[in-house]
Structures are given as C-alpha cells and as structure tokens.
C-alpha cells in the first residue's frame, strides 16, 4: 500500500512511539465516575496534563528531535533547533532539546511575560525576545533557519510532529481495547490527525470527534472550504485552539480530512462551564482547550449512553486568573 499523502501511517506511529520511549510519560486513562453517570456511559479521561511539560505537545517534539538525530546524527542539529510558542509548544521543544542534547532558541515577542520567559529559559532553552506579535517572532525564527542554519521544529504541520501526537490513540486502545468514541480539541491538526490515525489503523470502526471554537475554527473552515483558508483569530478561554493551519499546510489538513467522522463548535460560556466542572468533579485545573470535549457533550447534548468515550484532558497551560475569568463567566 503506498504511504498516503500526510505521510501519517499507522507504522509512523508505532516507530514514533517507540522514539520517545523513555523521554516521555505515558499517561493515565481514568475512568470519570462523576461523568459516567451524568451520560450514563464510560466516559474515561486521557491525562496528557501528567506531562512533565503539563501537555501533550511533548510527545511530537520529541519524536521530531529524536527522528532527525536518528536519521541524519547530532551534527546536522549542531547549530540548533528552533521555533516560536509563547505555550504548550515552546516548552515541549526547549524540554525535548535539553534532554535530547541539542540546543534550541525559542523565539518569544516582546510582549510575552516574564514568567513564560523564565519558565522556557529554566528548560535550558535560548530565548530571543523579537518585535511585539507571533507573527514577528515567526519572522526571527524563519532567519534563524535560513541564515544560521537552525532546524525548525513546526508545532503541528508535520508528519513526525502529528506521528508523536499518535503515540496517545495507541495507548488509548491499549488501555481500553473496546472504546468507541474519542472527543478530542481541534486546532492545527497534529493532535486530532495523529490520534485519529493511529485509532483507525487499530480500530477502524472508532468515532474520531473534533471540537473547535465557535470563531476562529481555521481548520474546520478550512475543511469546509476544500483547502486551507485564513481566518481571524479572537481571543478565548481555549487559545491554545486559535491560530491558522498555514495556506501551504502539507499534512494536517488531509489527514484530519481523512480520520475525523464529525465535528462539533463549542461556545466561551461551554468552555467555562466545562472548565470548573473539571475543577470541581475531578479536582484538575486545566486549560479551556483541554475540556471542550466535554463542552461538546453538554453543550450540543451529544447521545453516547451506554458507550465507552475518551476525552483528552490536553494540557494544564492555565493561569489562575484565566481559571477566574472561566468561573465569571460559568456564573452569569
């Protein structure tokens, strides 16, 4: 069979997983009493917030690293690694690199806060402060590679980035070999596309659901328009799902439009609801991002009683007043 498209296959996977065994925690699946009731199903939760980066970002960018390394030795990575994220993905890459041995820079605007700064420098990572937008930080990052001869390390778009995402839909089957549905955050493609293959190529028959925000969804307008389309970015509770899947996406946007069976839009005031009901049942604090498959089932009443359902719980990037902006809004 040849390798489709995306370059995501099942065997990408499996290799990926056995990668970054050892750099990377496997998380646990627990079993949501207090959700299982209330859908009168198995609903189970996938604790990718148990990363030592607090998310799952972790695992792709250590795929990548360990990939090239494998592939082409530490003196093609010499010079470094590189990319810009004020989040998840900044500190995945700068975690990756220090324990991989490789330098890497990450790129941060002049209006990125102290502490993120910090948090990333701690990780053994070089930080460049650059212009006052992501967009300009992207601008360093593309001279870093060009004139310095770094190595990018992209934060979705990229067939060894969503293979490293995959890793999770393995060790879901693994763990619960029977379940039917995973809901799981739909943004640049590589955690919904790498999941979603490694779950069919195990278990065709799985219902592979993606949540987006209710504005600013650039890949499900994307997949609505047939090609990748540019949409405006707003602010919410779940950021880490804004931000375009870039007009030359060559992987993302096939190989979610080849897994993922539906798709559902969850609103601010979903997503602040999920946020403290997570709090308040299961006593975890995470990002907005990391609960709007949980969002989804409540807030379009989604019908899964008597199926086992998987959400992934994917990062804990969250502030205290973020969380405090999410019980305002929940109280209204």
């Known amino acids: 069979m040849p390798e489709p498209m995306h370059g995501v ?66 003196d093609a990575l010499a010079k470094g690694v590189t990319t810009a994220s004020t989040g998840n993905h900044g500190r995945a890459v700068a975690y990756a690199a220090a324990r991989l041995g490789v330098p890497a820079t990450i790129c941060l605007s002049q209006l990125v806060p102290a502490n993120k700064v910090a948090a990333i420098e701690a990780l053994g990572a070089t930080v460049r402060r650059v212009g006052r937008s ?13 004139e310095e001869g770094m190595t990018l390390i992209p934060p979705f778009d990229d067939p060894l980035i969503a293979a490293g995402q995959g890793t999770i839909g393995v060790e879901l089957l693994e763990d619960e070999p029977q379940l039917d549905r995973v809901l799981i955050g739909l943004s640049g493609g590589g955690l919904l596309g790498g999941i979603g293959a490694a779950l069919k190529g195990i278990r065709p028959s799985i219902q592979v659901t993606g949540i987006s925000l209710s504005q600013g969804a650039a890949m499900w307008e994307s997949l609505q328009a ?88 994917s990062g804990n990037g969250v502030s205290l007043e973020t969380f405090d902006r999410a019980r305002q809004i929940a109280e209204r």
């Open 9 to 74: 296959t099942l065997a990408s996977i499996y290799a990926a997983r056995k990668r970054i065994a050892g750099q990377v925690a496997r998380t646990p699946l627990i079993r949501s009493q207090a959700l299982s009731e209330r859908f009168a199903a198995e609903v189970f939760l996938k604790l990718e917030t148990c990363q030592p980066t607090g998310a799952f970002k972790l695992r792709g960018a250590t795929n990548m690293i360990a990939a090239l390394i494998e592939q082409h030795g530490y």
């Open 134 to 146: 992501q967009d300009e930080a992207f601008e360093e990052v593309a001279r870093l590679v060009r």
């Open 226 to 313: 047939g090609h990748p389309v540019e949409v405006e970015e707003v602010e919410s509770l779940g950021d880490s799902l804004g931000g375009g899947i870039g007009l030359d996406n060559r992987c993302t946007f096939a190989l979610v439009r080849e897994v993922m069976d539906d798709h559902h839009q969850v609103s601010e005031a979903a997503i602040a609801n999920a946020m403290v009901d997570i709090l308040e049942q299961e006593k975890r604090l995470v990002e907005g991002a990391a609960v709007v498959g949980l969002a989804a089932l409540e807030e379009h009443g989604l019908d899964i009683r008597g199926q086992k359902v998987a959400l992934i719980l």
